[in-house]
């Protein structure tokens, strides 16, 4: 996660690890495999003004190593209002 490495290789199927167990800032919960399938909570920073897919994310699940694409950070900024002629 942002760059750094985690092995959670040795954690065996039904294990869990509490978040607490890492020197990862952005793990919120326990890290559990299930299926074979990692599943970890993580944080998701974001402004004041993000929209609510981010503030309240559907479950993002990845296949492969790489980036990841999060939803947007804050909302657009909206269209400057028209002035009214007096």
Same mark, same amino acid.
């Given at each position: 996660?942002? $760059?750094?490495?985690? @092995?959670? *290789?040795?954690?065996?199927? +039904? @294990?869990?690890? =509490?978040?607490?167990?890492? @020197?990862?800032?952005? %793990?919120? *919960?326990?890290? &559990?495999? %299930?299926? *074979? &399938?990692?599943?970890? $909570?993580?944080? %998701?920073?974001? +402004? !004041? +003004?993000?929209?609510?897919? &981010?503030?309240?994310?559907?479950?993002?699940?990845?296949? !492969? !190593? +790489? =980036?990841?694409?999060? =939803?947007?950070?804050?909302?657009?900024? %909206?269209?400057? &209002?028209?002035?009214? =002629?007096?």
């Amino acid at each position: 996660m942002n $760059a750094v490495p985690y @092995d959670f *290789g040795p954690l065996a199927e +039904g @294990d869990t690890l =509490p978040a607490s167990a890492t @020197d990862c800032v952005w %793990l919120t *919960g326990t890290v &559990t495999r %299930l299926g *074979g &399938t990692l599943r970890i $909570a993580l944080i %998701l920073p974001h +402004g !004041a +003004g993000a929209p609510p897919q &981010t503030r309240f994310p559907s479950p993002i699940i990845l296949t !492969a !190593a +790489g =980036p990841v694409e999060l =939803p947007p950070a804050a909302s657009p900024p %909206l269209p400057p &209002t028209p002035e009214v =002629p007096e």
